[in-house]
């Protein structure tokens, strides 16, 4: 059976995916850094499955334009 591709993921989904914490996710989501939406009475927050696959690639763009101008690190954020 095939499975089926979910539109949008919650908060936890892209903790778990970016291997982050929910704090991180949601900070992420407030900052508008990650887009999301604000779905339901109780406003759960909801991030489309492509804008995090475009997140995802918008930090592998970042990273390799800090690896070509600091081609020997330099920065504090190594983890």
Avoid: C
Avoid at 37 to 51: D, L
Avoid at 53 to 71: L, N
């Amino acid at each position: 059976m095939a499975q089926v591709q979910r539109r949008f993921l919650l908060l936890s989904d892209v903790a778990e995916i970016l291997n982050i914490s929910p704090a991180q996710a949601y900070a992420l989501v407030r900052s508008g850094e990650l887009p999301a939406i604000k779905i339901g009475g109780r406003g759960q927050w909801r991030v489309e499955t492509e804008a995090l696959e475009r997140y995802i690639r918008d930090a592998y763009e970042k990273t390799r334009e800090f690896v070509a101008t600091h081609p020997f690190g330099g920065s504090d954020d190594d983890e």
